[in-house]
Antibody, heavy 125, light 109 residues
Framework: EVQLVESGGNLVQPGGSLRLSCSASGFTFNSYAIHWVRQAPGKGLEYVSGISNDGGRTYYADSVKARFTISRDNSKNTLYLQMNSLRVEDTAIYFC??????????????????WGQGTLVTVSS | EIVLTQSPGTLSLSPGEGATLSCRTS???????LAWYQQKPGQAPRLLIYDASSRATGIPDRFSGSGSGTDFTLTISRLEPEDYAMYYC??????????FGQGTKLEIK
């Protein structure tokens, strides 16, 4: 059974930092890209960041570029999201998501076949 | 940047009725690069449909997807009580970052 378990969410002040973790099991972790998708309270889904299976390619939404850093440790089946310079608008539930897809015209594409239950990040003074 | 429009915003139907949800994109996403997700209150989203028309593992056959190019449809043939939820579409023709649709809320009439 595929499981993705997020942790690290907390209340943090604007300008602060937080590191989220996602522990994976039930599949061959180093064979799949993993992503973060967030959902602000009462709002829709927003793609945040992703990383290829070997860590060689990373992806970021414009809204978090240069502030957030995604990484993975395939020896520990764990994904990370380092979030710096946090803003009030970063307040959301952050979901760890397993990517599935392929390659087309030299581009990797993904849809999201398994989701964790999410961890809540609240940015407030 | 691709712009997505899901319609209607809210759909009110009775159990047993059929539902048709639409997702339109501002640019072509090719023949099949679109997924649909279902989200119930307090839960994570769940993949329903990928490649526009392929059902994900464990998804009942009352759910079906169709469309290509810029117009896609999610059809639920006979609504069950557990189908009332939010539904989001996601095109994935290129590499991330991706945009999700704003969602359609399916509510009990």
């Amino acid at each position: 059974e595929v499981q993705l378990v997020e942790s690290g969410g907390n209340l943090v002040q604007p300008g602060g930092s937080l590191r989220l973790s996602c522990s994976a099991s039930g599949f061959t972790f180093n064979s799949y890209a993993i992503h973060w998708v967030r959902q602000a309270p009462g709002k829709g889904l927003e793609y945040v960041s992703g990383i290829s299976n070997d860590g060689g390619r990373t992806y970021y939404a414009d809204s978090v570029k240069a502030r957030f850093t995604i990484s993975r440790d395939n020896s520990k089946n764990t994904l990370y999201l380092q979030m710096n310079s946090l803003r009030v608008e970063d307040t959301a539930i952050y979901f760890c998501v397993k990517g599935r897809g392929g390659m087309r015209d030299g581009y990797n594409y993904y849809f999201f076949d398994y989701w964790g239950q999410g961890t809540l990040v609240t940015v407030s003074s | 940047e691709i712009v997505l429009t899901q319609s209607p915003g809210t759909l009110s139907l009775s159990p047993g009725e059929g539902a048709t949800l639409s997702c339109r994109t501002s640019q072509s996403v090719g023949s099949s690069y679109l997924a649909w997700y279902q989200q119930k209150p307090g839960q994570a989203p769940r993949l329903l449909i990928y490649d526009a028309s392929s059902r994900a593992t464990g998804i009942p056959d009352r759910f079906s997807g169709s469309g290509s190019g810029t117009d896609f449809t999610l059809t639920i043939s006979r609504l069950e009580p557990e189908d009332y939820a939010m539904y989001y579409c996601q095109p994935y023709r290129s590499s991330p970052p991706y945009t999700f649709g704003q969602g359609t809320k399916l509510e009990i009439k």
